[in-house]
């Protein structure tokens, strides 16, 4: 049952995001997420400069005239919201957390989907799939998806481990058609998971569309001088004492933060994946709008 507070956030959820569905990104969506193939529509009479492998020869032979048949592309995709909701999706130092903001990028990809008739499913993980809601059209069926998304929290203690690799692996499963996937996450991935990562990303940007948005906070990649701090990891539960006072251990920190972004976005470049950095602190419409822009001018 719905509570008084979620239906609330819901509902503001719901304005915000379908304002910028409709607003910010109107059009642009539709342009740059086209169909795959094209479908029969109907026949009309031969023009001159026709093209002779699309005359329809039975037609032309019943009424004694040339017709050709008129193709349209298939404009009707599915599109998947695929959500990195562990841990440290709670995490955040400044406007909002990760959490929030992943629940409202993929609210205005969700309208953006319905406004253009395209089905909108959902997966959401986090070290391994926790849920997941098949595509369908509507918006109900989108209020839906954003309500899962808003009352989702992990069913079991975190490993530490990343399940972007299973559920990429779900969306091969669940749909053999190409698929447009958005895929959400602070690509916390470690080291001896990064190949299977590769695997995975290879595979699924061979058979869709995928985008990817890197989700990242300000804490990410410069630790706060507050002098000695006890730091717990979100997805492991372990405990450090770490003294943030000391220089060294702050720059050693950001150094460290910076090559993990560097290798991130390294992978995604190198198999040609859309992507775009996310922050808590910022408007994440301006960033939507360049993986947008840089898209149709590369199509």
Do not use: C
């Amino acid at each position: 049952m719905l509570t008084r507070e979620l239906m609330s956030r819901l509902r503001r959820i719901e304005i915000k995001t379908s304002r910028l569905a409709n607003r910010e990104m109107a059009g642009a969506y539709r342009s740059v997420f086209k169909g795959h193939g094209m479908s029969f529509e109907e026949v009309r009479p031969y023009q001159q400069g026709d093209d002779v492998r699309v005359i329809d020869w039975n037609v032309s032979a019943r009424t004694g005239d040339l017709f050709v048949k008129v193709f349209v592309e298939e404009r009707e995709l599915t599109v998947f919201l695929l959500l990195d909701m562990s841990a440290s999706s709670d995490f955040g130092t400044r406007v909002r957390t990760r959490r929030d903001l992943i629940a409202e990028v993929a609210a205005v990809h969700a309208f953006s989907a319905i406004r253009n008739n395209d089905r909108v499913g959902l997966i959401i993980f986090t070290d391994q799939v926790e849920h997941f809601v098949p595509p369908k059209k509507g918006k109900t069926h989108v209020l839906r998806v954003i309500r899962d998304i808003l009352e989702f929290r992990p069913g079991r203690k975190p490993s530490g481990a990343s399940g972007i690799t299973p559920a990429l692996g779900l969306l091969s499963k669940v749909t053999k058609k190409t698929s447009v996937a958005f895929l959400i996450s602070d690509f916390f991935v470690a080291p001896n998971e990064q190949d299977d990562l590769r695997k995975a990303l290879s595979i699924a940007s061979s058979r869709h569309d995928l985008v990817a948005y890197v989700t990242r906070d300000p804490a990410d990649e410069q630790l706060p001088d507050v002098g000695l701090a006890t730091l717990r990891d979100a997805e492991t539960g372990k405990l450090r004492l770490v003294d943030t006072h000391s220089a060294s251990v702050r720059a050693r920190y950001a150094r460290q933060s910076v090559a993990d972004r560097a290798r991130v976005e390294t992978l995604l470049k190198r198999l040609s994946i859309d992507y775009e950095l996310l922050s808590t602190h910022q408007d994440y419409i301006p960033a939507v709008n360049r993986l947008f822009t840089k898209r149709a001018r590369r199509h």
